[in-house]
Structures are given as C-alpha cells and as structure tokens.
C-alpha cells in the first residue's frame, strides 16, 4: 500500500484495544453474519409488499384480522396479504435474532462499545416494529412509511457492522497506514455512505408519495431535456432521486473507488469490495431504468430496492474497513510530534 509511513496500532496512538484483551468467538460471529443476512432479506421482503401496495392488506396490528398473528390460519394467506403478513412474521424473526444477539454480545463479548452496538441494534429493530405497526394504523402515512424504511436500512448496517468487528480479521490487523492525502479513502466513503442513505430515504419517500412515475422516461425528460417541467411535487422527488442524487452516488462511488486503486491497492478486502460496489452501482441505474419502463413492474422494482440496500451495505463496509486500518493523514505529525517530545525528556 502506498502510505507515507505505518504506525503502531496501540492504545496510546490509535485508541485500540489490545488483541489480548479480545476473545474470538466464531459462533458468536455467525450468528451475527446470519442475523446481518436476514435483515437484508427483510429489506426485500418490504420492498414486495411496498411493490404490491400491500401494506394495508391486513388492516389492524399488532394482531391480524383479530387474530395472533402468530396463530393466522394460513389459508387466509391469499393476495396481498401474504406479503404483508409473511412481512410481519419474518420481521418478529429478525426481531427476536437480533435480541439473542445482543444477550450473546453481552455474555461472549470483553468489548463494552460493541456490546453497545448490539443494544442500539435492538433499540432500532423495536423502533421499527414500532413505526411499521404505526404505517398500518395512520394509513400509511409517507412520512412514517419513509421512517420506517430508512430505519430499517440502519439497523441492516448496525448488524453488518456488529458482524465485521466480531470476526476473526478484525484484530489481524496491528498496524494503522497512515493515509497519505487528508481527503483520502476514509473521508470520502464516510460521505458516499451518507449520500447513499439519504438518496434511499428520498426514495422511499418517491415510492410512499407514489411520484414514481412522476417523469415516466429516462433518460430524458418528455420535454426532451435532462430537466423536467416541475410541475408538481412529484416530479420535484422523483428529479432528485433519479437523477441529482443518483449522479452524486455515482460520482462518489466512483472517487472513492479512484483513491482505493490509486493509493490503497494492495489491500485486497478493500478493493474487492469497492469492485462490487461499482458492479452494484452500474446493476442499480439499470434497475432504475427498467422500473421505468416497464412501469415499475414489480420484480425490477423490488430489485431495485434491495440493490440500493446491497449497496449501502458494501459502502458501510469499505468505510468500517478503511477507519479501521487507516488513520488520518494528520495522524502521523501528531506521532511524529509526541515521539519527538518523548526523545527530549
């Protein structure tokens, strides 16, 4: 890796944890990958019943028609209320995966900031239960549908998080690479990872305003400009989903990928997970662009949905990845200082 110079990952410079205050635990670990796994397949199961428009299919909550919903007779399982009712179940699964994880966390675990982590995991999750039982009973207002939607985005990043830092690599690494511009890797996939998210908050918000189709064509406008007649607020939404904030996504994607190939090439977990981020990116806008024109049918818009999701989570690792194995570039002349001063004494 190219790098002005390697530092020491102790206490003393970086505010790491020594490896021998740590204990790996693989089972703990898989079960924080299967828990990270089934919070992205909860992201698409909600991206069906949205697609479906079958969030109100099973009008009351937290039962089913009256019934427990763990106790709804399956063969009232029919239409759109299979997806919203299989919504329901798999998210008390996700919910209750989550609680065994953070209790495990808990037990298994010498670090207090990730046992943390798992607490605001199940915080986000209870949270969300919360906000989907308030989508069925305001009639789901695109406010609190959006809220829900992100939220549910955060906590698959807080499981993928938990699920990095339990892993046996995550201590491999004992020495920090100092980055060698101040706007390097770190910087710039923080602000692509905030970028990504609110781009999907603002498509959620698109999809619960039902401004999908508020410009029906891509590339062009029907005016046959890159800018649409803002005629409604719809096509406001609609303009800055599927177009600005899909060409910041692209553009950051993009940078950030330039500085890891540039500077940080060799490290092969980076590169091979901004490689997927670009592949991701490049499946994504094509997404986009049949969701509009097939009228957003609902495989591609599911997929669409689900793909934004991947790629939060593949940018939410390179940024995890890169503040763990680099430190900033002022790092080393703080080092360079304090080992100066330490020569003098």
């Known amino acids: 890796m190219n790098a002005s110079f390697i530092m020491p990952n102790n206490s003393a410079t970086v505010g790491m944890a020594s490896s021998n205050d740590l204990r790996y635990n693989p089972w703990l670990h898989r079960f924080a990958l299967l828990t990270a796994a089934c919070c992205f397949l909860l992201l698409f199961i909600g991206g069906l019943v949205t697609s479906h428009q ?19 007779p399956m063969k009232d399982w029919i239409g759109n209320i299979f997806y919203e009712h299989t919504h329901r179940l798999f998210a008390s699964f996700v919910g ?17 900031w990730v046992k943390r982590l798992g607490w605001l995991a199940l915080g986000g999750v209870i949270l969300q239960g919360i906000l ?4 069925v009973l305001l009639y789901l207002p ?15 990043c807080l499981s993928l998080a938990i699920a990095m830092v339990t892993g046996k690599r995550w201590e491999e690494t004992s020495t920090k690479i100092i980055e060698p511009s101040r706007f390097g890797v770190r910087m710039l996939s923080l602000i692509t990872v905030i970028v990504i ?3 999907l908050i603002v498509g959620a918000w698109m999809r619960h305003t039902f401004s999908g189709l508020a410009i029906p064509t891509f590339p062009l406008a029907p005016n046959g400009g890159l800018v649409p007649d803002f005629t409604s607020f719809g ?8 177009r600005v904030g899909a060409f910041l996504v692209t553009l950051l994607t993009f940078t950030t990928a330039r500085i890891v190939f540039r ?4 490290n092969r977990r980076l590169a091979v997970a901004t490689l997927l981020a670009m592949f991701l990116l490049g499946v994504q806008i094509t997404l986009g662009a ?12 599911t997929l669409h949905v689900s793909c934004g999701a991947a790629i939060l989570g593949t940018m939410t690792y390179i940024m995890i990845l890169s503040w763990h194995v680099y430190a900033a570039h002022d790092a080393g002349k703080v080092t360079t200082t304090a080992a100066i001063a330490g020569a003098k004494a």
């Open 96 to 112: 209750l995966l989550i609680l065994v994880q953070a209790f495990l966390l808990q037990r298994y675990e010498t670090r207090s």
């Open 197 to 199: 998210f609110t781009q």
């Open 54 to 72: 079958a969030g109100l299919s099973v009008p009351d909550w937290p039962t089913s028609y009256g019934w427990n919903m763990f106790t709804f």
């Open 235 to 242: 096509t406001v939404i609609n303009f800055l989903h599927t």
């Open 263 to 266: 500077y940080h090439s060799k």
């Open 142 to 156: 695109p406010a609190v549908s959006s809220a829900h939607a992100g939220l549910g985005q955060a906590v698959f």
């Open 290 to 301: 049949i969701t509009i024109w097939t009228q957003k049918a609902v495989t591609p818009t």
């Open 132 to 135: 989907g039982g308030m989508t």
